[in-house]
Structures are given as C-alpha cells and as structure tokens.
C-alpha cells in the first residue's frame, strides 16, 4: 500500500527560491502546492487540506504574518514556519506570537528544513493518533468519534460525518467557546452564509441528541460561537 505523500503549502514570492525549494522537497517524498503571494496561499489553503505551511513573511497582496493569522483562524494546530528576510528580533518575536512552530531566516541550509520539517510531522503525527482514540465522557452521554458513536444509557446513536466533526470539535472546546468561523472553514470549506445556515441545522441536530441529559447543553455566543456546556 502506497503511503500518503505529507502535503505542504509553501507561499513564496522569489520564484527561483520557490521553484528551487519546492523541488527540493519533492525529491524528498513530500507533496508541494508553491503560491507567489498571501492572497493565492490562502485561497488554496481553505480549498485543500495540508499538513504543514511554509510562508515568506514579505509577500505581496496579502503578508505572511496575516497569513498566518488566517490560517490559524482555521485550524490553530497545523504546523507553520516562517520563511523571512527579516531577521530583526522585533519580527521573529511576532512570528513566534502569531504561533509560528520556526522562524527561518534566510539564507538558509536546506537539509536543516528538512530536518526540521520532518522532526515537527513526526511530532504531529504521534499527537494525532492520542487524539484519534480520545473517547469523551459529556454528562451521562459517551461519545466515540472514531466510531462516530454517541451513546445515553443502551442508546447508541450513529453520527454522520459532520455531526460528528462538529460535535468533535464542540468536546474539545468543552466549557469554552468554538468559534464559529473556526468550526465553518474546518469543517465546511468556508464561512459562507449559507454554509453557516446548514451548520444551525447541525446543532440543532446534536441539540436533540443531547436533550436527555439537562446537565449538557450548546449555548449560543451570538455572532461568536458555541459553546458546550456540561455542569459538574
């Protein structure tokens, strides 16, 4: 069976080090989408699922440090660098504040980003797999979302796939607010209206699921989030 190539968005805007870098980690079994500026990373970055993300600070339309802030609007996990010029302490200070995992000043060897790379996927990969087999325990309800099961007493209710994302990532928040276009964009593709119409249905939809219980309940933080609230 063939393994999954990691996938990595690398925006940066001098094409020969781009194209010189892209190939580079292609030739080392990674599977590479090269944008030239911020406005086209995030574009493709809500269009496709990637595994790590490389960004030049100095881009133009749209800069990687406010990439970066939407990107980690959508998912706060994914592994990021910052590729830069920009070696003031004032810059790599903002880099790291805005949840950079590196910042890379260039020039830069490129054996030691690899190295890197693949020190921070590893790193990754063994906290997806805890996560992964994480059951959750909310009030008298169970929820397996490797199984996609919510179970209340002998009840056992599977959960479509959305359901069980949004409830997912609700469990993970537990007591504290998801963000609604954090919710929207992981697990929709965007924060459209009328994708954050179908994402009211979904709640709704767990709502009943979980109404037996009155210890457990979705609030709504209007025009934020959601929050799911179980009593001790």
Not at 91 to 113: C, H, M, N, R, W
Not at 136 to 153: D, E, I, M, V
Request: charged share 30%; aromatic share 8%; hydrophobic share 35%.
């Amino acid at each position: 069976m063939e393994t999954k190539k990691p996938r990595i968005l690398l925006c940066e805007d001098d094409p020969n080090l781009g194209n010189v870098l892209k190939n580079y980690l292609e030739l080392n079994d990674y599977d590479v989408t090269l944008e030239r500026d911020g406005r086209l990373g995030l574009a493709a970055f809500q269009r496709e699922k990637f595994d790590l993300c490389l960004l030049d600070v100095m881009m133009p339309h749209m800069d990687g440090f406010t990439l970066a802030e939407e990107v980690r609007n959508v998912d706060p996990d994914i592994p990021l660098f910052f590729l830069s010029a920009k070696t003031m302490k004032e810059d790599i200070i903002q880099g790291y504040k805005l949840g950079a995992d590196d910042y890379i000043t260039k020039p830069f060897d490129s054996e030691v980003l690899l190295l890197k790379i693949k020190a921070i996927l590893k790193r990754n990969e063994e906290l997806n797999k805890e996560t992964e087999n994480k059951e959750y325990q909310l009030a008298s309800y169970h929820f397996n979302p490797k199984l996609r099961q919510l179970t209340h007493n002998d009840n056992t209710q599977t959960l479509s796939p959305k359901e069980n994302e949004l409830l997912k990532m609700l469990a993970e928040h537990l007591n504290d607010l998801l963000p609604r276009e954090q919710a929207l964009k992981k697990i929709w593709g965007s924060d459209t209206y009328f994708n954050g119409r179908s994402m009211d249905v979904y709640i709704a939809k767990l709502r009943k699921y979980l109404k037996d219980d009155e210890k457990i309940e979705i609030v709504n933080i209007h025009g934020n989030g959601f929050r799911l609230v179980v009593q001790d």
